[in-house]
Structure formats: structure tokens, C-alpha cells
């Protein structure tokens, strides 16, 4: 009896310890920077908004794209956490391109947390516009979570 309670608990232990963490992709914000490298003018968030819409339609202001993503891990992480970015889009008239932004992250306590992914440059400019985006949460080679926008 006291073997098999031995067991028991011992296979408890690691069936606990096996278990990936669980996350969630909250919230991602996708944010034109201008040629100083600024997503916006002041912290107002109308400001921001207005100044967004102003890059939407000038591209030549425009240096880059900076992903904020809001993103939470419960539990342990038993190997290296990872955000990756995937973005399709591409220049009108050419065959539409792919881009993968990666982001090592580290997960600490039960808060969520803020990461900046970020395009720019000659990889920008020559990427074109980007159409449709997917974040995805990655503990190893395990999907934790993913967001994705409409067009994907």
C-alpha cells in the first residue's frame, strides 16, 4: 500500500509539472511611427489616434510599425517564452510578402505585460503595406495563445 501511494503521488508530481503554461494574447495595437521614430505627438489618447490616422494616410511620413502587445502567463514556464509577430501584406502590383518579427519574453507572476515589436527601416520600406497580422504566444514549440486580425 505504501509503495502505490508512493507512486501515486510521485506521478502526480510530474503529471503537474508537465503541463505547459497557459497564456492569452490581450491586446495588440498595431502603431505607425513617424520619421523620428514617435507613434505619437503627446500622451492624449485622442492625439494618438488622430496622429495614427494622419500616418495612415501619408505613407511617406512614416518610418515603421511597432506591435504593443498586452500578453499574461499563468503558471510555469518550463522552457524559453516567445512572441512572434506575422504580418502579410506587401507594394501594390507585386506578389504579396511575409514578415515574422521574434521576441524572446519572460513571464513573472500573475500580471500581464507589455511588449514592443517593431518593423522599421529598409525592412519597412521595402515590405510594403501591411494587410493582415497574427501575435502568437509560444512556450518552446507549443502554441499558448494567438491574435489575429480580421483578414488573416
Not at 86 to 92: A, L, P, T
Not at 120 to 125: I, T, V
Request: net charge positive; aromatic share 12%.
Amino acid at each position: 500500500m505504501r509503495r502505490w501511494l508512493i507512486s501515486f503521488v510521485i506521478s502526480v508530481v510530474f503529471c503537474v509539472h508537465a503541463q505547459a503554461a497557459t497564456g492569452r494574447v490581450l491586446k495588440v495595437l498595431p502603431h505607425f511611427l513617424d520619421l523620428q521614430g514617435r507613434h505619437t505627438l503627446s500622451p492624449s489618447l485622442y492625439d494618438r489616434d488622430a496622429y495614427q490616422a494622419r500616418l495612415r494616410q501619408h505613407r511617406e511620413e512614416r518610418s515603421g510599425i511597432r506591435f504593443d502587445v498586452q500578453w499574461k502567463c499563468k503558471g510555469p514556464a518550463w522552457e524559453p517564452l516567445s512572441l512572434i509577430v506575422e504580418m502579410r501584406g506587401g507594394v501594390e502590383g507585386t506578389d504579396p510578402k511575409q514578415y515574422v518579427l521574434e521576441q524572446p519574453i519572460k513571464a513573472s507572476g500573475w500580471f500581464s505585460h507589455w511588449s514592443a515589436l517593431t518593423l522599421a527601416g529598409d525592412a519597412y520600406q521595402n515590405f510594403g503595406e501591411v494587410t493582415a497580422w497574427r501575435v502568437t504566444l509560444w512556450e518552446g514549440n507549443t502554441l499558448v495563445a494567438e491574435q489575429k486580425s480580421f483578414l488573416w
